[in-house]
């Protein structure tokens, strides 16, 4: 079983940074596919970022140029650098990770942040 644990939100005003961490337990971190995941006040949970390993990473438009997704293995730590925060990015950040092609089995419990304007 794997567990996820986030750590790093917190509030910002528009136009600055955060570091989001998530430490994977229980295997190998680069057993799995590892994303990040929002969710907004009444809007639906939406795709961040992920990272592969080995076969690289993925953005959503919304946040591509300025969110970083990173992985250290020896640390088992995805991370997640954000940059020119705006009000729309105010969310609940969970990290997620996949054993099988199309679907993340398992998810930290989250992080919140709020960006002021």
């Known amino acids: 079983q794997v567990q996820l644990t986030e750590s790093g939100g917190g509030l910002v005003q528009a136009g600055g940074s955060l570091r989001l961490a998530c430490v994977v337990s229980g295997r190998t971190v680069t057993s799995y596919r590892l994303g990040w995941f929002r969710q907004a006040p009444g809007k639906e949970r939406e795709f961040v970022a992920s990272?592969?390993?080995?076969?690289?990473?993925n953005y959503a438009a919304s946040v591509k140029g300025r969110f970083t997704i990173s992985l250290d293995t020896a640390k088992n730590t995805l991370s997640l650098q954000m940059n020119s925060l705006n009000s729309e990015d105010t969310a609940v950040y969970h990290c997620?990770?996949?054993?099988?092609?199309?679907?993340?089995?398992?998810w930290g419990q989250g992080t919140q942040v709020t960006v002021s304007s």
């Open positions: 997620a990770a996949g054993e099988t092609v199309g679907r993340y089995e398992y």
């Open positions: 990272f592969w390993f080995g076969r690289g990473v």
